[in-house]
């Protein structure tokens, strides 16, 4: 289902005209008025009108989280505003796993366009007026599924809160008003399911058919895709977006295993990540974003440190770019270990794998001459510790020629997350 089905077939040529109206637009509006953008605009001599084709976009230079970082340390409160600070609605700040939070502010036309890109994560999701919407979500300064309150507005559905609630109350609600869509983190949603069987809670009795995540890769991997429609009975759906970007990414119903860039709302690229020079369509690389309806807090040509692979060609009915495999991981989180590259999707598709193993976490052992791959498991109770470890190993061996460490963990003792998930740790000398 398409939420604005005339921009989003529309020729690739036409396409790329809108978004170069949109971006010079924006350009126009806060060239001397943001100061983040206009110093880097005076540094690299380039004027608003100089860009008016995608030939024209290598002009602009690359921005990194580490500069806003930077110029919000040197302005104090806040940096990259374009306006006065009493115009702006919203405050939000990143989760701060990589760092000290960046913090984001929109103007309410900023925060209307985040709710317009919402719109269309849902109707691609096949999300209608007739649907109530469960956010299991607690409300802090992470963005995380804010937008998402005002995008199911847009739609016209009901949405349900599910914040200062416990995970079985939510479960609790969720059956009591029976909700029909499910967001929150895939992490979540597999431990949602862990308190239902642990409480007894039949889930035949839930009415959800759609479950959509975010905040984490995960629902595009394959092992945990399956565990979640499995469990819920609905079918799974990524999202992609972030604090610094806005809602970027979806996954259709047509099209799964994948992820749609809303290219009527950002310009898309991909790039080598080390020479920073275009890949070829099936090649793996990193993608950069600039985001054309937020001219509140604006970013340009943004590496965003997410993994993609863009398929060749438009895929299906709708032009806009297409992530095989949606959101692959993270660029700066991909190790070595004996000359094996290792990405935590890939550890969370072998783990996924296994319906008795409730919740697991990785560790890179870099310390001494050997590194070494280990693995904590944590099983449901009455399950086979033995034959699960063994198969696990078996698989992760004969898939990548390493023989991990795989070691029991004592039940309840790993921790659970109902945001981010860190699973994946590396240990250095």
């Known amino acids: 289902m398409y939420y604005q089905r005339e921009t989003e077939t529309m020729p690739r040529a036409d396409l790329e005209a809108l978004q170069f109206d949109k971006l010079h637009a924006m350009l126009e509006e806060i060239d001397g008025r943001n100061e983040f953008y206009t110093g880097k605009f005076r540094q690299t001599g380039v004027r608003p009108g100089d860009i008016r084709s995608r030939d024209d976009l290598e002009r602009l230079p690359f921005t990194r989280k580490t500069e806003l970082a930077t110029a919000q340390d040197q302005a104090g409160f806040a940096c990259n505003l374009t306006y006065p600070l009493k115009r702006y609605t919203r405050f939000h700040q990143t989760s701060g796993t990589t760092g000290k ?6 103007t309410r036309q900023s925060w209307d366009w985040w709710a317009h890109c919402w719109a269309h994560v849902y109707s691609a999701a096949n999300v209608t007026p007739e649907d109530r919407i469960f956010c299991a979500f607690s409300f802090g300064p992470f963005i995380g599924f804010w937008s998402s309150v005002d995008g199911a ?16 109350e939510r479960l609790q609600l969720m059956r009591e008003t ?14 949602l399911l862990e308190v239902a069987d642990q409480h007894d809670i039949d889930m035949r009795e839930m009415k959800i058919h759609t479950t959509i995540h975010a905040g984490e890769p995960g629902a ?7 565990r979640i429609e499995a469990g819920w009975r609905a079918r799974c759906h990524d999202h992609a977006g972030s604090s610094e970007t806005g809602a970027y990414g979806f996954e259709s119903a047509e099209r799964p295993n994948g992820m749609y860039i809303i290219e009527s709302e950002y310009i898309a690229e991909v790039i080598d990540p080390v020479t920073l020079r275009p890949i070829a369509p099936g ?23 997410d993994l993609v692979r863009p398929a060749a060609g438009t895929q299906g009915d709708r032009s806009f770019l297409f992530l095989d495999g949606g959101i692959i991981g993270r660029v700066d989180d991909m190790t ?4 094996v590259n290792i990405y935590p999707g890939a550890i969370d598709n072998f783990v996924r794998k296994f319906t008795a193993i409730v919740e697991y976490r990785t560790t890179v052992d870099k310390q001494g001459s050997m590194d070494e791959l280990r693995i904590e498991i ?8 033995e034959t699960v470890r063994e198969e696990l190993l078996e698989d992760i061996r004969g898939t990548l020629g390493l023989r991990p460490v795989i070691t029991i963990a004592e039940a309840g003792s790993l921790p659970r997350f109902d945001m981010k998930a860190r699973r994946f740790f590396v240990v250095q000398d």
């Not at 939070?101 to 929109?106: A, E, G, H, Q, T």
């Not at 869509?181 to 431990?191: D, E, F, I, N």
């Not at 990193?286 to 970013?299: D, F, I, K, S």
Request: glycine content about 14%; overall charge positive.
């Open 101 to 106: 939070p960046l913090r984001v502010f929109d």
């Open 153 to 168: 507005a847009k739609i016209g559905a009901l949405l349900v809160p599910g914040g200062g609630r416990s995970s079985l």
């Open 178 to 191: 029976e909700c029909t869509v499910l967001c929150c983190t895939p992490s979540y949603a597999l431990h």
């Open 220 to 226: 595009n991997i394959p092992a945990v895709k399956q």
């Open 283 to 305: 090649e793996c690389g990193e993608l950069v974003l600039t985001n054309l309806g937020r001219t509140g807090y604006p970013v340009i040509r943004y590496r965003t440190g």
């Open 336 to 339: 070595t270990v004996r000359g």
């Open 378 to 385: 944590e099983l449901t109770p009455g399950g086979f510790p």
